[in-house]
């Protein structure tokens, strides 16, 4: 199968090409290899490997890249929270009007099968439980609240503490920042893509991805990666609000599989128009978790807990991915310990530049 990865020079896509090779498959990579990504010096391509170095808006180059293409694999996008909301034009353009120059231009080629690079933040906070009312959505958390150390939402009922669980697949939807919007934008114009041509999409709604290649020192980095960072100059990671905040860390290597999964199942065919899968480990642990054992298995220092907070992060979001795993027979295959092991000493995006 023949299969363009957009973003495939990036930390999730280089991930993807390498795991298409393995499984026999021929990729193609198109990316702007944009210095907030990549910083000066983007990584060399796969051997063998075909790369077009163009912006996904670009009509033109994106129908070039399209052509004897069997199906694509959607991981170009402009992540994480950014740094104010002057960043919203960006986040759209690079998202949304490249995913609707994409999707155009694979309708002209009758392409008929794509996978695109969700997100967990387009449900927003998880799922949650209320002793008196049953399960229930939370909204946003007040600023005074966060300011006084108040962290966990309460009922929006009765206001009492709640118990967080799984979130599935088929619960409301609900983005609370830019970034979380363009996501399940993305969503809907792939799956208007594959109603109007009658073709398939599968959206991996990826939930706290680290690893290996993870771009270091930019705000568009997951908290993961700045953890890393810190620990690397000899500082302790800077744990935001109390550190219990519930997370699904998974490795990337486990995502690419997932992404590979999905490409085969479409390119069968027999499918619905478009599905959602959550893709994360099932084992969930708290950010403040996820930095003692990173700084443990990098030998320190110790992680500080702040009490700082980011408007627009949820308190806790985890996965149900019960339906990726019966529908497409996947599994993680690095456990939490593995991967943070592997992670301490690995490199970071543009640690390559330093050390030559």
């Not at 503490?161 to 809907?188: I, M, S, W």
């Not at 799956?191 to 290649?213: C, D, E, F, I």
């Not at 908290?223 to 800077?238: E, I």
């Amino acid at each position: 199968m023949r299969v363009l990865v957009t973003g495939g020079a990036g930390f999730i896509g280089s991930h993807i090409v390498a795991e298409l090779l393995e499984a026999g498959h021929e990729p193609l990579v198109l990316d702007a290899l944009l210095p907030s990504a990549h910083g000066d010096r983007p990584p060399a391509p796969h051997p063998g490997v075909p790369r077009l170095t163009a912006d996904v808006r670009d009509p033109e180059a994106v129908t070039a890249a399209l052509r004897g293409v069997d199906a694509v694999c959607h991981q170009a996008a402009m992540v994480g929270l950014g740094k104010d909301f002057a960043d919203a034009p960006d986040y759209v353009g690079c998202n949304d009007l490249g995913t609707a120059v994409l999707l155009a231009a694979a309708a002209r080629a009758g392409v008929k099968a794509l996978v695109l690079a969700g997100s967990m933040v387009v449900y927003g906070e998880g799922r949650y439980t209320c002793p008196a009312h049953g399960t229930v959505r939370p909204g946003p958390r007040a600023v005074a609240d966060l300011d006084a150390g108040r962290f966990e939402p309460g009922c929006p009922d009765c206001g009492e503490p709640l118990t967080p669980g799984l979130v599935g697949e088929d619960a409301p939807t609900d983005p609370r920042n830019v970034y979380a919007t363009t996501k399940l934008a993305q969503e809907h114009l792939a799956a208007a893509w594959a109603r109007s041509t009658g073709s398939a999409a599968v959206s991996l709604r990826y939930h706290n991805v680290y690893g290996p290649g993870m771009p270091r020192d930019t705000p568009y980095a997951g908290v993961a990666s700045f953890f890393r960072s810190s620990l690397a100059n000899g500082r302790p990671p800077q744990v935001y609000e109390d550190g219990r905040q519930r997370r699904d860390f998974v490795h990337v290597r486990d995502v690419a599989h997932a992404n590979v999964l999905a490409l085969s199942a479409l390119h069968a065919g027999g499918g619905a128009p478009f599905t959602a899968y959550n893709t994360g480990s099932g084992d969930p642990h708290t950010i403040g978790e996820m930095a003692t054992e990173l700084a443990r298995a990098h030998g320190g220092p110790d992680p500080v807990t702040t009490a700082a907070y980011r408007l627009g992060d949820v308190r806790h979001i985890t996965a149900d991915s019960t339906r990726l795993r019966t529908d497409l027979g996947w599994h993680p295959r690095i456990t939490f310990t593995e991967g943070m092991k592997e992670f301490a000493g690995a490199r970071l995006r543009g640690d390559a530049e330093r050390t030559g």
